[in-house]
């Protein structure tokens, strides 16, 4: 199998494992891509300075897996680990006889990856220092573009689908916060408009208190003025009255002129003054009409008051719901990742069980 890969490449470490791969539908079992332990081994091409993974079953390879440096080997068990590749849109699954073959690999194959970081930085800094590139250059970055492009694969009991179900909690958990927030955003900004249309009656009750008491100052000031006038109207009246009763001795026409002018200018002033009373009454109609705008504001801004702490009551109980809920749901991701973790091994130990079955009734 790839004879001009295989020319250029050269094993760096190998083990026997027995390999598995993830139900490409359910995401979720591990089917045997073998049928008993064969060799895994790291490849290096050191033309394009690429790292694989490669195992072979008879003429059949089972991995042929490119290294980059965003995989990452997880031991899911004490005899089995897994990475996902998302070029060939699986997951791998390796089942080893020893925990100490595990380790081995597991350290191997962050070396690898530690250098395939390293060649790709090289590569990268080739390619800015010069545009003409070899043959085997623009292959290691077709090879690294792929890997960039690739659409990553989900893995099923490892820890990139628990950060994926985090993830998800957390999306739903921050749109649950933003709606709270808006709520009671929308409830101070109704509380605000309600206490400003309050504070302007009340600035306007005050206005109109303050005039009203001048007003009433200035009543009580133009009565006693009135007052005054209509006396001393009736005291001309009285002088022109008798000097006309006498006759000849009656006042010039000049006196009579003057008498007249003062009385009609204080009946004018009188007439002015009883309509200043007058609109003084009606603003003291719209005092009122004002006390009932400012009473029927409170009775709104006590009521938005209710409301806001009702909200705030719900929105505890929601938050409370909320934290129980990702506890339940930590929980749970807890014991199923233990069950898959007793699944894994189950497996393993069956599948070990089934080959020494093999083994016996071949002997």
């Known amino acids: 199998m790839f004879p001009h890969h295989r020319e250029r490449e050269q094993p760096i470490f190998s083990a026997r494992a027995h390999v598995f791969q993830i139900d490409p539908t359910t995401k979720r079992n591990w089917i045997p891509a073998s049928k008993h332990a064969v060799t895994v081994s790291f490849f290096y091409d050191a033309t394009r300075n690429v790292y694989r993974i490669i195992s072979v079953g008879g003429t059949k390879a089972i991995i042929n897996c490119t290294v980059t440096p965003s995989m990452t080997f997880t031991k899911t068990s004490q005899k089995f680990g897994q990475w996902a590749d998302s070029r060939a849109n699986t997951v ?130 133009w009565k006693k003025q009135l007052t005054a006038y209509q006396e001393e109207t009736e005291r001309l009246r009285d002088q022109v009255a008798d000097l006309e009763a006498h006759g000849g001795q009656g006042p010039s026409d000049l006196l009579k002129d003057e008498l007249t002018q003062s009385l009609e200018e204080l009946e004018a002033l009188l007439k002015a003054k009883d309509e200043e009373i007058h609109i003084l009454q009606s603003k003291k109609a719209e005092y009122h009409e004002m006390e009932h705008q400012r009473d029927e504001a409170i009775h709104r801004l006590r009521e938005m008051e209710m409301r806001n702490s009702e909200l705030e009551r719900r929105i505890q109980n929601t938050e409370q719901n909320l934290s129980n809920s990702l506890e339940d749901r930590d929980r749970l991701d807890t014991e199923i990742q233990r069950a898959i973790e007793i699944l894994d091994i189950k497996i393993f130990d069956l599948n070990d069980l089934r080959q020494s079955l093999v083994k016996l009734i071949d002997k």
Do not use: W
């Open 92 to 221: 791998y699954g390796l089942g080893f006889a020893t925990e100490q073959q595990l380790h081995q690999f597991a350290e191997k194959f962050k070396e690898v990856k530690d250098a395939a970081r390293l060649a790709r930085e090289k590569s990268q800094d080739k390619e800015l220092a010069n545009t003409a590139l070899t043959i085997a250059a623009p292959q290691v970055s077709a090879d690294l573009s792929d890997e960039l492009q690739s659409p990553p694969v989900m893995c099923v009991n490892g820890p990139e689908d628990k950060l994926f179900r985090s993830q998800s909690a957390d999306i739903t958990l921050s749109s649950e916060k933003e709606r709270i927030k808006k709520m009671l955003s929308e409830g101070s900004i109704c509380e605000m408009n309600l206490e400003a249309e309050l504070f302007t009656l009340q600035d306007s009750n005050s206005k109109l208190v303050a005039a009203l008491h001048e007003a009433n100052a200035n009543v009580e000031q």
